[in-house]
């Protein structure tokens, strides 16, 4: 024969055959179809010269379709069949011939596994004339059936193992062999052998001893396989063998224990043919089923094995065994003895190692012998013998010529998807990737490839590797090195790292193991190598958090496309992870700080990840100095992470209660009964995973109740059962993980140049301004961190020059070397000169150059090309065309542009609404939609970074504030609350851009106390110093330091101004300076309290009195501090002389020596210092019984910051000086805590407090409380608050009522004083308090915001904000009029939320220069919550009562006209309690709907009148209303009543409206609910108004307009019923708190 033919048939006449084959169907699917049809087909390549000479037809059922599975895409016809187990399809023979009889093919190959070995298979085919490419039935069952396979052994005098079919013979002798005559198994003889049931097994076993085997014997390939070792387990084993093999003869085998398993692969053709090619070793199995396969065999004597061939070939021949088989042994090495196990009637999966060491091709010698070729004629086999490849001759198959020797070794390693940290538990699901690398010595076929995937009714190998070498230990470091570099990522788990491991074992590699070696691994818990557990536990984190974190923002993207607006929580960026490993807990806190950065925290350790996304949906991940090519697969109960050719497993929290199934699969029985008792590691169910039976085990002790029921199928994480614990407190917790994160030894991926440390810091700030923001409390130390290194590098004069550096060395070459030669000349030049000052970085220069070369280039490509290459440099010099200062100034002022341009799009409206116009805004572009919410969502980490930026350029580049201005401007336009600190720092700036510096007001101070003290510097000019304390400017942040000036004078200056400047309101009649031993000044002081008002009698006495003194100081007397504590009826007093003591010490320890001596002043002044006659004249005024002086000390602590620390510190003091304080007369002692280029601190402990601290007065100079007028506030209870800002005192105030009633009036006065700080400007601008009123009113609302944490902040209502204003200001009134509405109506929302419903201000407004300054006040109230009211008022002095009065000061007269100016604030009437109640359910009190109707009716006029130029107004009559009410017999009436009467929960009207439509007048009947009245629900007599209501209206023939505000009807208990119960609440001063 030539060595090739044309065709099959062709082939088949030339080479002795008897039958044509050119189509095939395989009977199988997986890796078994793949094999057959690469094998053949590189066959038919060979001997056709196409690999389609043979066509191949395979069945499909629709797991494998949805699968993908390899071999369908591989087959030329396919064939659907019904899917499930197996016995539907693979197994069914009926189908299998049906199928081969539809598509006419001429042979059925089986391979392994499912029909392969079932007789009834090719029985049918034959008599359909159909080929089968295996034994005949014959043959198959008589070798292929495990226990007639024993019986013709034991016949031919083969060893075999102790069994239940011991001695069981057929008559037999060689000469039958030699006349080709085939043996069968009788009937009888075979019953013998089979154990029927389990008690004849356990009676079997124990003649033959334990340990021993059940196996069915048509099971295979691990199935219908298992080892008992007593005989209580006997019959829950004997039950798993049958429900595995269904249907099979089962018998009992001895265990052989120390064995290796071999094989000897025979071949053999119709004609009586049959030859050994070689062996194989199989000993590495599990659940004896095999893993690692090799060959030729080593262990086994060569005279041995030579014996084993020959018994193999013996058996094929006794029974006219036709095709591929195989015969395995046990072999004992120690005894060098073998026995028979069994004869597999069919092609092995390991089949290839055979292939790889005879150098034959199996599948394709089955195909020449169906087709009935002799094994003389087949090309393989005489090459095999040394034989001329296409020869005819015959061959001595016992005794040839070339004896046939193995070439090299081979190692065989199936993949399966099998977990072999839980016992080679197998699993199903899709393969995301299949990575193998062939070689020359190593190769592998799978039956899956990427996006394709294993069913739950397939087998569990899905691959086979093969490693060949020259000799043993060659193949196995191929083989290693081969599944090293294997990549498998999918649903499952698969063997790949433990086959590393087994095989660089010294067991493996010093060839010593047996069958039981791996088992017993396996239970010892011997797993492969694992990652380092910390970076498993990074890596797991962070695939988790990535999952969620994406997830999210991929979930709410697609609710913005659909037009629904989701929780903007939704896109937090931080994640809790829990992993769970061997009993540990790890929490790791996981945040994504940049579109490819990671920030983890665990027990106050920290580390940053760099994590890019790879396109197969794996992290590539950067740490350590490492980069880590990772993976995650979420299952129900854990994660597994793989990492580089790693994996880790890591637990969830599970609940012991619930019982799952591991994998996908069916569910065979419950071992135990419903409810029944279940001990923790026994099983309690069976289930059938791959055709494979796995028992389930519970995990603790209790009772196990069915949740599904025998036969259902099963997905992996299906709860099958649930466990009633016997003792919860039992179940084993995980231990929290308390270490840190290791710390990283590897070297820093980021560079540490300047430019490099600018590009991380301003990479950071971009991303904290998209949002990318870590939690606290790292966020707002690592944003300090990275806006100093920001700062830092920006302003640095290298910057530009390493840049430029970096770029040019990027060009090198690219553009001409003139070019390059003048560009570093220049930066050489710049380099040597960059200290100096006047140095400016030559961007010009650089420009100049290029733009020069260019010129010179008369061809446009190579322009564009010269550009192109020197685009970077272009761009680079562009961004420092203004130098340094303009580089810095531009990037900060994008830096604040980015943070403006997403939060102006959440300005206007609510939340949703801002959404909805942001997605009309951006359609088709949702992604940068969700990037605007998502940096939204971080507001508050934002406005930190946005005024820490504004700080930074207030300390470091003032003059770039103006620079900014406009952009920074633009920030106070921001008028939501989340910006409020952004816009409250950037209001304060832009004020402190054009107010005079801390330093200049200083200097200012300085300058006039110099000025003051004569050219000897002992004495003082009065007139000077007038100017520092008649001055309307706030100097109390800048006197306190000239307390500690190195000029005396100075200091007793400072003291006097202090003391003068604070008692302006008082009359100060003696002042003297004295020193303490030490030398430190003191200063003394007597003053007078006003009766009741400045003009008063008496006080004008004391002013005239005073005059007469030296250095006169005149004031204009008013309330004083203390008139909160007296009753409002003993306001007028007779004068009372009081003294007080003033000093300055640098720390607490250096004044509490001096205590004694300090106090000792007030019995001196006593004693007449002062003069006897003014003293004398007033003291008999005071009361005897109360202490009436006060001492002040002001301490140099500006390094403590915490309140509490200073304020314990001065109680404790005050309680341990009590009585000498006491005894002196001291009523309070202030301390004065002077701060660090701000307002001192002020802490006030009273007598009337036990010298405990007046929390009224924090941070509040007592003296200067009159201008807080805190005495109007008496009328309720006040509580001093914590607060942020020392310029703002807020107070919780509850209204004073009779004992045992309960209070309901609870509201937040917030007040301020502002001042001026230019003390050379005698009035403060219009703008500056325009800007500073707002900066306060922000404040304030800041302040209310924090102090809603109050737990009774929830029930305040009406809370009232008062501002101060001290500076005259030239203005109109009116022009504050109109800045305060657009103020308000831009914090409208705002002040509304924080129930802000009455405003105050005070001005003192000139009209020109000359004039005298007018104090007016403006009350601004918005009760209702929509109809705001501003009514403006003089202070003017009632000639009767002497006292101040309001006037009104514009046309119409407010409702304050007339009342006095100490008036105190009203508690809330029964109206503003039901407002109250109706705003806290969203809504409005039903009798403000009318004035509601008037607003917009008067809006409707306004607009009417504006379009038609007309100048009609409102009628004054716009509206008119009168209330429907029922009457005694239920009919309707109309009444005039007061708001609030209404007895039911319904109210209706009947309005006119007179609109520009309408002048005339319309009528409507208008029925609303009330909200207030048994919170809005309705009964019998509601339904009776609105009906009759109704009525009317439809009689009329007029609109009815219904308001529905309810809460549905009214079901309840009577109200006589309810008077019978009494509730028990848990606080029965608090019920809320139930």
């Given at each position: ?7 099959p ?10 039958y ?9 699917n997986?890796?078994?179809a ?11 390549y ?21 699968a993908?599975?390899e ?11 019904p ?32 029909a ?7 029985e ?54 030699k ?24 009676q ?32 829950s ?19 052989a ?26 000993s ?59 004869l ?6 390991e ?11 199996l ?11 002799p094994?003389n ?12 490849p296409?020869g ?30 839980e016992?080679?538990?197998p699993?199903?699901g899709?393969?995301?990737e ?12 799978f039956?899956?490839s990427?996006?394709?995937g294993?069913?739950?009714f ?7 590797c093969?490693s ?6 060659e ?27 087994l095989?660089?074992?010294?067991n ?15 239970a010892?818990k ?10 498993g ?8 958090a990535?999952t969620?974190?994406h ?10 496309e659909?037009?629904?607006v ?21 929490v ?14 665990t027990?106050?350790s ?6 890019h996304?790879?396109?197969?949906g794996?992290?590539l ?8 090519t ?5 299952q ?17 929290e599970?609940?012991?209660?619930i ?47 069915y949740?599904?029921?025998?036969g ?5 994480g299906?709860?099958v059962a ?7 407190s ?5 231990q929290m993980?308390?270490?840190?994160f ?7 991926v980021?560079?540490?140049k ?18 990318y ?15 100093q ?17 970096e770029?040019?060395s ?19 030049q ?26 010179t ?9 010269f ?31 980015q ?5 102006k ?28 919410v998502f940096?939204h969502?971080?507001?508050?980490e934002?406005?930190?970074l946005?005024?820490?930026l ?27 609350q ?20 801390y ?50 004078v ?52 004391i002013k005239?009195?005073?005059k007469?003194?030296p250095?006169?100081?005149?004031r204009v ?5 203390d ?13 009372c ?13 250096e ?5 004694q ?10 004693q ?6 003014l ?18 000390i002001?301490?140099?602590?500006v ?14 003091f ?52 009159f ?11 006040l ?7 020392h ?22 006065f917030?007040r ?5 700080s230019?003390m ?11 800007n ?5 009113l ?7 915001e ?19 204003f ?9 022009k ?17 939320k924080?129930r ?11 009209k ?18 929509y ?7 003089r ?5 009767a ?17 007339g ?21 806290k359910?969203?809504t ?17 006029w ?41 007895t ?5 009207w009947k ?6 439509e ?9 029925i ?30 007029i609109?009815?307009?219904y ?9 309840g208990?009577?109200?006589?019923v309810k008077?019978?119960f ?7 001063s ?5």
């Open positions: 024969m030539s060595t090739s033919v044309a065709s048939a062709e082939f088949v006449n030339k080479s002795g055959g008897n044509v084959i050119d189509k095939v169907l395989i009977a199988n997986g890796i078994a793949v094999k057959c049809m690469r094998s053949i087909r590189r066959w038919s060979e001997i056709f010269r196409t690999e389609k000479a043979i066509k191949f037809v395979v069945m499909v059922t629709p797991e494998d379709l949805k993908n599975a071999y369908i895409r591989m087959a030329d016809q396919y064939v659907p069949v899917g499930g187990t197996n016995n539907n399809n693979y197994a069914n023979v009926e189908l299998i011939l049906d199928i081969a009889k539809r598509v006419q093919v001429q042979a059925v190959w089986a391979g392994w596994g499912h392969s070995e079932n007789p009834k298979l090719p049918l085919l034959h008599k359909n004339n159909i080929a089968f490419i295996g034994p005949p039935e014959h043959a198959m069952w008589a070798l292929g059936d495990k226990i007639a396979s024993s019986i013709v052994a034991q016949s031919a005098g083969v060893p075999t193992l102790p069994w239940s079919g011991d001695g069981l013979t057929i008559e037999w002798s060689p000469e039958d062999m006349k080709n005559k085939s043996i069968t198994v009788p009937e009888m003889l075979y019953k013998k052998g089979c154990v029927l049931d389990a008690d004849i097994g356990v079997q076993a124990q003649r033959i001893g334990f340990p021993v085997m059940i196996k069915a014997s048509e099971g295979g390939g691990g199935k219908g396989i298992r080892m008992v070792e007593n005989a209580d387990d006997f019959h084993l004997f039950k798993q063998v049958q429900n595995e093999v269904p249907g099979s003869p089962i018998f009992v085998m001895k265990l224990k120390s064995a290796r398993h071999l094989e000897v692969q025979l071949i053999a053709d119709k004609y009586g043919n049959a030859i050994s090619l070689f062996g194989r070793d199989c590495i199995q599990r659940r004896h089923q095999k893993i690692i396969e090799e060959a030729p065999t080593t262990i086994a004597k060569p005279e041995v094995f030579r014996e084993m061939e020959k018994a193999a070939v013996t058996l094929a021949k006794m029974v006219g065994y036709v095709s591929a088989g195989t015969v395995e042994y046990l072999y004992n090495d120690e005894e060098g003895k073998f026995y028979f196990l069994e597999n009637p069919r092609l092995q999966v089949h290839p190692c055979t292939e790889m060491v005879a150098g034959v091709n599948p394709s010698l089955q195909l020449q012998i169906a087709m009935g070729i094994l004629r087949i090309k393989d086999i005489r090459t095999f013998y040394g034989e001329s296409f005819h001759s015959q061959i001595d198959f016992e005794n040839p010529t070339n004896p046939p020797v193995p070439k090299g070794a081979v190692i065989a390693a199936r993949i399966t998807s099998e977990n072999p940290d016992g080679f538990k699993s199903s899709t393969v995301q299949l990575n193998f690398r062939s070689n020359k010595n190593v190769w592998g076929y039956s899956v990427a996006s394709g294993l069913h739950e397939a087998d569990s190998q899905f691959g086979h093969f060949f070498g020259e000799d043993r230990e193949a196995r470091e191929s083989m290693v090195v081969a599944l090293k570099e294997l990549s498998i990522r999918g649903d499952f788990r698969t063997t790949v790292e433990y086959l590393i491991k095989l660089e074992t010294d493996f590699q010093d060839n010593e193991f047996d069958t039981g070696w791996l088992d017993k691994l396996i010892e011997q797993t492969a190598e694992k990652p380092d557990t910390m970076l536990v990074i890596v797991g984190s962070l695939h988790v990535d969620s974190i997830n999210n923002f991929s979930e709410y993207q697609t609710s913005l659909r037009g629904q989701l929780s903007s929580n939704t896109l937090d960026n931080t994640r809790e992870v829990e992993l769970i490993q061997e009993g540990v807990k790890y790791t806190k996981v945040t994504r700080q940049g579109p490819n950065a990671y920030f983890l925290s027990n106050d920290c580390i940053d990840i760099e994590v996304h790879l396109t197969d794996g992290l991940i950067s740490y350590d100095g490492s980069c880590h990772t993976y995650m697969k979420e129900v109960d854990s994660y597994r992470i793989t990492i580089g050719n790693q994996t880790c497993v890591f637990e969830k599970n609940d012991p209660t019982l799952r199934s591991p994998s996908a699969g069916k569910l065979i029985q419950f071992t135990v009964d419903d409810g029944g008792h279940c001990f923790a590691g026994q099983p309690y169910a069976e289930i059938e995973v791959m055709k494979m039976v796995m028992s389930l085990r519970a995990n603790e002790d209790g009772c196990v109740h949740v599904k029921r025998g259902a199928v099963l997905d992996q299906s709860i649930k466990l009633e614990l016997d003792d919860p039992r179940v084993q917790r995980a993980y308390t270490g840190q290791p710390a990283p030894q590897g070297p820093s980021h560079g540490s300047l430019h490099q440390v600018f590009q991380k810091a301003k990479e950071a700030l971009d991303n904290i301004m998209n949002g923001c870590l939690p606290e409390p790292y966020f707002e130390e690592k944003c300090e961190e990275y806006v290194m920001f700062m830092k590098s920006v302003r640095n004069p290298a910057l530009p020059l390493l840049e430029m550096q770029m040019v990027s060009i090198v070459g690219r553009v001409p070397s003139d070019v390059e030669k003048h560009i570093k000349k220049l930066l050489n710049y380099n040597s000169n960059i200290t100096s000052v006047l140095c400016q970085f030559p961007s010009q220069q650089i420009a100049n150059v290029i733009d020069k070369h260019a010129a280039l008369a061809k446009k490509a190579d322009r564009d090309a550009f192109l290459h020197t685009q970077g440099i272009i761009q680079l010099v562009q961004r420092y065309r203004n130098g340094i200062r303009g580089h810095m100034k531009s990037v900060i002022h994008d830096l604040l542009l943070y403006l341009t997403i939060e799009v959440f300005q206007q409206g609510p939340y949703d609404k801002c959404i909805t116009a942001l997605i009309d805004q951006q359609k088709g572009d949702m992604m940068t939609a969700v990037q605007y940096s969502y971080h507001v508050k934002k406005n930190m946005v005024v820490m504004i700080d930074q350029l207030c300390k470091k580049e003032p003059g770039l504030i103006d620079e900014l201005s406009q952009v920074i401007g633009e920030l106070t336009s921001l008028n939501k989340d910006n409020s600190k952004v816009s409250l720092r950037a209001r304060q700036v832009l004020i402190a851009a054009h107010q005079p510096s330093e200049v007001r200083h200097n200012q101070v300085e300058s006039i106390f110099l000025n003051a003290i004569d050219m000897y510097g002992h004495q003082f000019c009065p007139d000077s110093l007038k100017k520092v304390i008649m001055s309307e400017t706030a100097v109390f942040d800048v006197l306190p330091s000239f307390f500690y000036h190195s000029n005396e100075i200091r007793r200056a400072a003291l006097e101004v202090y003391v003068r400047r604070a008692y302006i309101a008082y009359e100060v009649n003696g002042l003297q300076h004295a020193s303490l031993t030490s030398g430190c000044c003191v200063l003394q002081f007597q003053f007078m309290l006003p009766s009741s008002h400045p003009n008063s009698i008496n006080s004008l006495k005239r009195l005073a007469s003194r250095n006169p100081m005149t007397a008013s309330l004083s501090e008139i909160v504590d007296l009753d409002v009826n003993d306001v007028k007093l007779p004068p002389q009081r003294m007080g003591v003033m000093c300055a010490f640098e720390t607490m320890q004044f509490e020596p001096k205590f001596e300090v106090i000792a002043m007030f019995m001196a002044m006593k007449g210092r002062f003069g006897e006659d003293y004398d004249s007033h003291i008999e005024n005071c009361p005897s019984d109360e202490p009436i002086h006060i001492l002040n002001a301490l140099n602590v390094g403590e910051k915490d309140d509490k620390i200073l304020s314990d510190k001065f109680y404790k005050c309680q341990e000086k009590a009585d000498i304080l006491i005894s002196n007369d001291v009523r309070r002692i202030t301390f004065i805590c002077l701060q660090k280029r701000e307002f001192p601190k002020f802490f006030t402990y009273r007598a009337r407090l036990d010298f405990g601290e007046d929390p009224i007065y924090r941070h509040l100079e007592p003296a200067l409380a201008q807080l007028e805190i005495n109007r506030m008496r009328n309720f209870d509580v001093a608050m914590d607060k942020a800002s310029r703002m005192h807020l107070y919780l105030g509850s209204a004073k009522v009779e004992e045992g009633r309960e209070v309901t009036d609870y509201r937040f917030v301020a004083i502002i001042r001026h230019d050379v400007t005698k009035e403060a601008s219009f703008e500056y308090l325009k500073e009123g707002e900066r306060m922000l404040e304030a609302l800041d302040e209310l924090l102090a809603f944490s109050h737990p009774n902040s929830k029930r305040t209502d009406c809370n009232h904000i008062f501002l101060n001290v500076p005259s200001v030239i203005m109109d009134p009116m504050i009029e109109e800045s305060m509405r657009s103020m308000v109506l831009r914090y409208g929302s705002r002040l509304w924080l802000v419903l009455q405003a105050e201000l005070r001005f003192n407004v000139k020109n220069s000359n004039s005298t300054p007018i104090a007016m006040r403006f009350f601004i109230t918005n009760e209702s919550g109809n705001l009211d501003i009514s403006s008022y202070e003017v002095t009632d000639m009562s002497s006292m101040i009065k309001f006037v009104s000061a514009g046309p119409r007269q407010g409702p304050l006209h009342r006095m100016l100490n008036m105190s604030y009203m508690t809330k009437d029964h109206l503003q309690l039901k407002r109250y109640n109706a705003s359910f969203n409005t009190y039903v009798y403000d709907y009318p004035d509601m109707f008037k607003k917009n009716l008067v809006s409707m306004n607009k009417h009148s504006k379009l038609s130029g007309s100048k009609e107004e409102a009628p004054e009559d716009v509206i008119t209303c009168s209330e429907l009410v029922l009457d005694a017999n239920g009919q309707i009436i109309t009444m005039n009543r007061m708001h609030g009467e209404n039911i929960g319904m109210v209706a309005m006119t409206f007179k609109t520009p309408y002048p005339d007048g319309r009528d409507v009947v208008c609303a609910n009330d909200i207030t009245h048994q919170i809005g629900s309705f009964g019998p007599q509601e339904d009776n108004l609105f009906e009759r209501a109704s009525e009317l209206a439809r009689a009329q023939g609109p009815r307009i308001l529905s505000a309810n809460s549905g009807a009214r079901i208990l009577a109200e006589e008077q019978l009494k509730v028990s609440w848990d606080d029965p608090a019920p809320e708190k139930v």
